[in-house]
Every structure is written in C-alpha cells, then in structure tokens.
C-alpha cells in the first residue's frame, strides 16, 4: 500500500501562486508514475499532469507553461507550484500514484490517491 497526503491548497487571487506538496509513504518502490487530478463538485476527475521515475512529464494543456510537476524521491515527496492562476483552476487537486509503467492521464490508471487539497482562485 501507498499513502499520499497532498498539502499546500488555499485561497489565492487570479495571478497568484500556489504550491502544492504530495507527501508519499508505504511502498513508494511500487509504484512507476505519479500524478495531479482535479476535480470540480459535479465534474469528472480532470488529469493536471504526471511524472515518471525517468522524470518524463506530460502536462494538460491547460496547465501548460504555468504548472510545473517537480519530485524530491529523497524526501519521497512531489510538488506542484502553479502560476498565474485563474478562476477555472479552482478545485480540488489529487495527489495519485500508479503501479503501472503505462499509466498516463485516466484517473482509472492510478492505483493510489491522497485525500485531496482544495485550491480556490478569486477572480
């Protein structure tokens, strides 16, 4: 089992930054990728972004340029800081993490989630 605890979440004005922190434990050596999800109430899981143990990174393209995936496998722990912030960026972001070495951008493809860290952009 993988445990994941996502932090960082918060109010920021449209423009704003925020960073985002994934803390893993448990089996970590399992597990081949790991990723952001969003989600607005009503909405399906929206993919962010995903990294691998090779540090391949593959973004949406709404998040191109302005979120950039980062991992400290010392500290075992993924960050997300994200720029210029905007109204439609509000949700709640999900740490994951896949067992898979062909997990790409379907929630279906993670094995392992956090509990979720909410982010919300005023406009």
């Known amino acids: 089992q993988v445990q994941l605890v996502e932090s960082g979440g918060g109010l920021v004005q449209a423009g704003g930054s925020l960073r985002l922190s994934c803390a893993a434990s448990?089996?970590?050596?399992?597990?081949?990728?790991m990723g952001w999800f969003r989600q607005d109430p009503g909405k399906e899981r929206e993919f962010v972004v995903t990294?691998?143990?090779?540090?391949?990174?593959y973004y949406a393209d709404s998040v191109k340029g302005r979120f950039t995936i980062s991992s400290d496998n010392a500290k075992n722990t993924l960050y997300l800081p994200m720029n210029s912030l905007n109204p439609e960026d509000s949700a709640v972001y999900y740490c994951?993490?896949?067992?898979?070495?062909?997990?790409?951008?379907?929630?279906?493809?993670?094995?392992?989630w956090g509990q979720g860290t909410h982010v919300t952009v005023s406009s």
């Open positions: 994951a993490a896949s067992e898979s070495p062909f997990s790409g951008t379907f929630p279906r493809e993670y094995n392992y």
């Open positions: 448990g089996r970590t050596s399992s597990t081949y990728a």
């Open positions: 990294i691998n143990w090779s540090e391949n990174t």
